[in-house]
Nanobody
Framework: QVRLVESGGGLIQTGGSLRLSCTTS????????MGWFRQAPGEEREFVAT??????YYADSVKGRFTFSRDNAKNTVYLQMNSLKPEDTAVYYCAARTTADYDSLYYLPSRYAYWGQGTQVTVSS
């Protein structure tokens, strides 16, 4: 059974930092593309970042503030979030595709086959 488990969310003040983790089990995720999405109340799920075989892409809203990394030995990916803003408040989801190849539609949730349960990030003003 494939599982993705996020952790690291919480309440943080504006300008602070958090690091989210997503640990995978059930298969080896070192060879697949991974993504982070977020969803605020009443909003659609929004692309945050993706890491594939050779590239990493970020949403414009987080570029320069968030960093996506992976530790294949631990089957874990991370989202380092710096200079947090109230508009970053959302439930953050980790997702995995079934290949590591570049996908031009990497920003669509439908391109990801596996999802975690989400972790809440709240940024207070």
């Amino acid at each position: 059974q494939v599982r993705l488990v996020e952790s690291g969310g919480g309440l943080i003040q504006t300008g602070g930092s958090l690091r989210l983790s997503c640990t995978t089990s059930g298969r080896t995720f070192s060879s697949v593309a991974m993504g982070w999405f977020r969803q605020a109340p009443g909003e659609e799920r929004e692309f945050v970042a993706t890491i594939s075989r050779y590239s990493t892409y970020y949403a414009d809203s987080v570029k320069g503030r968030f960093t996506f990394s992976r530790d294949n030995a631990k089957n874990t990916v991370y989202l380092q979030m710096n200079s947090l803003k109230p508009e970053d408040t959302a439930v953050y989801y980790c997702a995995a595709r079934t290949t590591a190849d570049y996908d031009s539609l990497y920003y669509l949730p439908s391109r990801y086959a596996y999802w975690g349960q989400g972790t809440q990030v709240t940024v207070s003003s």
